[in-house]
């Protein structure tokens, strides 16, 4: 049945889309695997933009406002585009007792920028995560995708500093 | 694959583990990992190439040893050593130890009560395995009891091991799991389904994280058993996004599993076909209720549902759905193996068996431990943990994350199991320890709690949408030195009616820190209300004296 | 939601010490209707599916350690049922004030003044006044479409829009975004009314909206009168399909 339905085309040319597409196909273009959906676009084009939204919407024959419902009830996804480096700063019991508001703050002051936030150059994006389970090495930051343990609020800027280019971000 | 093929392959691979004259285990689980225990993998590899020592000396990864204060961890089979802070540069050290003399590199105390008080089951396989080769699992007996349950047990008698072992639900609320199974096994419907819930979202928890990344062949066995016993053929596993290597992991392990025959169709050549999918939830910890976890898995928001009906009658499109957590299904395979008689003795009247608790905050041994029920808190924080570092004093120890409650010191001898637990206001949880020392404040750690809940809350319901917010604002009220005494009897007002009126747990159990603080430590609050200070000097009390300002 | 009973019975249950009969395909809010007994409910209108948000018409039910929603549990043989006592009405109340306090609803300049649902449940659970601190945002009002307006600062997040658009337009306009204290109601991505593409203009939305938070254009002050006069029929044509 599904077949017989005229296929969307993707928003763009990009090559890329295939991902997504398989993701789609993997769970038979059912509805319920618009989270899967959505994951896979995160994954390829690092954020949700609204084409993409439309195209999963019409792919899988849900509705637009149950897709942007979903997008926006789960903190992972993200609407706007991300900076080049990611900064998630874990706000779990054990990092929160030993001091992780300290690190949000010391990012703050340096590079003027609050969770969810992305500095204007688009360098540097501040997130928190509610815990990564590392809590024994409390408190902990995850650097573009390196889990840095017991860090002090200096530590954490100067591992910033030391990502190529984000000395800019600063400016 | 059947019970001969799998004897031969864990015969072969235990020969092979034998044939290694010198075999080094590193420990990579997330606390080594970040403290380079990758890297000196690496080192170790590279150095014992270049001295020559390639043949004799083999360098595997295993999941975790437990004592992540004092990783990376080494340990040396042929001598029976464990080394602890071993960084990277130390490599040669290591290799150094095997020919002779350990120098330069610090011996870890296996005879230390951590190591000693322990009893693990769940992760009795964590610092043994390659948790990326099925061999090496299978060597330690894996598989072997869902090959058994096929052969000689029918559903019911699975059924009623699981009951008589005792076991309960290890995702927080402790119900008797051998229940919920035969609840689902006697449900009528065209398919049923098993699912593990794998979003710990509890923060200062990572018990299921660490059996998911280091043995999750062990959840797929559990769940396999699991679904033979209720008749379901299709299973989900429900995981975190924020856990990336377990999602690899487990999606490695699937597929091993397939490909040997040991899920998929017709496992072990009999009439019975199981298959697993994986789904990534998506940062919301709501999703770890059952009915919100359901229509997640179904690509919705996560709201949870009025129940009844419970999942076990009407879950996942509607069919019966057996729901149970990582440790749950963790610990189905031993007693299968070892016998449900044998799990019951562990632990207490009735609350049987083992658990996992993550010990963090102030404490000297963080780390992952497993301990029989019944333990008192006094010897998992002071014999286990090791006390409270650089001459802190204890506080309070923080049970069942932010549904749980604070234990202050006068109940450190009381057994942990489920009840005791709950009559002092807090929960078994999914784990999570967080000790505190005078360092902590009471209030902080409360309003820490309610923000919590307040974002998480899925805004379905008004007392758990509002009433989050509401108790947020007045706790920060008392935080900031700007509440009432009207203010803090108005919050203890909304802690009662947000937990009788609320649909799901999240919303019930929100208002448990708050409760549980102002229980133990009222004076604390009082000080902050009718002082203006806070007696740990962590909160800001930026209000200006006598200035309620209405914030 | 409730999935159908196939195999009915009847039943006798007590109903605030009184005994009644009832098949158990019968919700406690249905049966208690049927005795004249009014439970307070917002979120629950008959005609649309039930979801058991609004927490108002939580009863107690002997042996039962939660309250439970009345427009969701489904009556049971031997039920004893209590809807309204000292301690159901403080909750209500309560519910009711954390509303209030939610959003900004002052009546005095509000279209639905004296015909809305929220205000009559203010007075039927004796709320005189609003004694937990106001969290009120300020939102932006939503007039882009060319006959309705959407007032959020209103929204009682009933979704009885999002539900009758679903379910009975079949459009699925409306739906919830974001989570917790910060949900709102949108429509399709999240962009203005007016600027819908699945929006049929049918005004079921509207007319369902418990408040003044959805409205014609073009009302004033205490103009806005709802006409659910096609609810019933709703109600009559779901059981015939059940």
Redo the contacts between chains.
């Keep these: 049945m599904r077949d017989l339905l005229p296929k969307t085309a993707p928003p763009t040319a990009d090559k890329r889309w295939r991902i997504v597409d398989t993701a789609m196909k993997r769970n038979g273009y059912a509805?319920?695997?618009?989270?899967?959906t959505?994951?896979a676009i995160q994954e390829t084009f690092g954020y949700l933009d609204?084409p993409s939204?439309?195209y999963v919407a019409s792919s899988l024959r849900?509705?637009?406002?149950?897709?942007?419902?979903?997008a926006?009830?789960?903190?992972?996804?993200q609407l706007k585009p991300q900076g080049e480096h990611s900064c998630v700063v874990c706000?779990?019991?054990?990092c929160?007792?030993?001091g992780s508001s300290n690190l949000l703050e010391a990012v703050r002051t340096r590079f003027g920028i609050r969770s969810g936030e992305t500095t204007p150059n688009n360098k540097l994006s501040l997130l928190t995560?509610?815990?990564?389970?590392?809590?024994?090495?409390?408190p902990?930051s995850v650097l573009d995708g390196q889990?840095?343990?017991h860090l002090s609020p200096e530590e954490l800027v100067e591992a910033i500093c030391a990502l190529d280019d984000t000395e800019e971000a600063a400016q | 694959m059947n019970l001969e093929e799998l004897e031969s392959t864990a015969a072969h691979e235990r020969e092979l583990c034998a044939g290694q004259k010198c075999r080094l285990r590193v420990c990579t689980g997330t606390g080594c990992a970040s403290a380079g225990s990758d890297r000196l993998t690496q080192a170790l590899r590279e150095r014992a190439k270049e001295r020559g020592m390639e043949g004799e000396v083999t360098v595997t990864e295993v999941g975790c040893l437990g004592l992540c204060a004092e990783g990376p961890l080494v340990k040396v089979d042929a001598t029976d050593t464990l080394y602890q802070n071993v960084a990277p540069n130390l490599a040669d050290n290591v290799l150094d130890s095997l020919t002779g003399e350990a120098a330069g590199i610090t011996i870890c105390n296996e005879k230390q009560p951590f190591f000693a008080r322990q009893n693990r089951v769940v992760l009795e396989n964590a610092g043994h395995i390659e948790s990326d080769r099925i061999e090496s699992y299978i060597a330690r007996d894996g598989y072997r009891a869902l090959l058994h349950v096929l052969a000689e047990m029918s559903p019911a008698d699975v059924v009623a091991a699981i009951t008589q072992s005792g076991l309960r639900g290890r995702g927080g609320a402790g119900y008797p799991t051998g229940l919920k199974w035969s609840t689902v096994a006697k449900a009528n419907g065209p398919r049923k389904f098993v699912v593990c819930n794998g979003d710990e979202g509890d923060p200062g928890a990572f018990m299921d994280r660490s059996v998911m990344e280091d043995d999750p062949h062990r959840v797929l066995e559990g769940m396999a058993i699991a679904a033979y016993a209720v008749g379901a053929s299709h299973g989900y596993i429900y995981v975190r996004a924020e856990y990336p290597r377990a999602i690899k992991r487990l999606k490695t392990a699937i597929s091993r599993a397939e490909r040997q025959g040991l899920l998929g169709s017709s496992i072990a050549g009999t009439s019975f076909s199981f298959s697993i999918d994986l789904r990534v939830g998506a940062g919301a910890f709501v999703c770890g209720e059952e009915t919100a976890l359901i229509a997640s898995v179904q690509g919705n928001r996560g709201t949870p549902r009025p129940r009844p009906p419970y999942p076990a009658m009407s879950g996942l499109w509607g069919c019966p759905t057996l729901i149970n957590n990582v440790e749950t299904l963790g610990s189905i395979a031993p007693i299968i193996r070892c016998g449900a008689p044998w799990y019951a003795e562990i632990g207490t009247e009735k609350s049987h068996g083992t658990k996992v608790f993550c010990l963090t905050g102030a404490i000297k041994n963080t780390g992952l431990i497993e301990v029989p029920m019944g333990i008192t808190l006094r010897e998992i924080v002071f014999d286990i943990g090791g006390g409270i570092p650089n001459g802190g004093k204890f506080k309070a120890v923080q049970t069942g994350g932010p549904s749980g409650g604070c234990i202050p010191e006068q109940y450190l001898d009381m057994p942990v199991d489920y009840e005791s637990l709950r009559e002092v206001g807090s929960i078994m949880g999914s784990g999570g320890m967080i000790v505190m020392d005078e360092t902590s404040c009471m209030v902080d750690v409360a309003r820490f709690f309610m923000e919590f809940c307040m974002s998480e809350s899925c805004g379905k319901c008004i007392p758990c949408r509002v009433g989050t917010a509401e108790m947020y604002k007045l706790l920060t009220r008392i935080a900031t030195g700007a509440a009432t005494m009207n203010d803090l009897s108005k919050l203890e007002e909304l802690c009662s009616m947000v937990r009788e009126t609320s649909l799901c747990g999240l919303g019930q159990s929100a208002p448990n820190p708050v409760v549980s603080t102002l229980r133990y430590f009222r004076d604390e609050y009082l000080a902050h209300v009718q002082e203006r200070v806070c007696p740990a000097g962590v909160c800001p009390m930026t209000a200006r004296k006598g200035v309620a300002t209405h914030a | 939601m409730p999935e159908t009973l196939t195999n009915t019975e009847v039943v006798t249950l007590t109903i605030n010490g009184q005994e009644v009969s009832a098949r158990t395909d019968e919700t406690i809010m249905e049966v208690a209707e049927e005795q004249g007994i009014r439970i307070p409910a917002l979120c629950h209108i008959s005609g649309l599916s039930d979801v058991g948000a609004c927490r108002l018409c939580v009863v107690e039910i002997q042996g039962s350690p939660r309250l439970q929603p009345a427009c969701v549990t489904r009556v049971s043989e031997g039920m004893t049922v209590t809807t309204h006592n000292d301690r159901l009405k403080a909750h209500r109340r309560t519910i009711v004030e954390m509303l209030f306090a939610e959003r900004n609803h002052v009546c005095s300049v509000c279209v639905s003044n004296g015909h809305c649902d929220l205000q009559n449940l203010a007075v039927e659970c004796g709320m005189q006044e609003v004694t937990l601190p106001y969290l009120a945002p300020s939102l932006q009002v939503d007039a882009s479409h060319k006959r309705f307006v959407m007032d959020p600062n209103r929204c009682v997040m009933c979704t009885r829009c999002v539900r009758v658009c679903d379910e009975i337009e079949g459009a699925h306009t409306w739906d919830i975004m974001g989570r917790g204290v910060d949900s709102r109601v949108i429509t399709d991505l999240g962009k203005p009314w007016g600027e819908s593409d699945t929006c049929t203009s049918c005004g079921k939305c509207v007319q369902v909206c418990p408040t003044g938070a959805l409205f014609e254009k073009g009302v004033s002050v205490a103009e806005m009168t709802k006409r659910r006069q096609f609810l019933p029929y709703l109600k009559t044509m779901r059981e015939v399909q059940k």
């Design positions: 509805p319920d695997g618009l989270i899967e959505l994951h609204e939204m439309r849900v509705p637009l406002s149950k897709v942007y419902g979903v926006t009830f789960y903190h992972h996804f706000l779990g019991t054990a929160y007792i030993k995560a509610r815990c990564v389970g590392s809590c024994s090495l409390a902990v889990t840095l343990p």
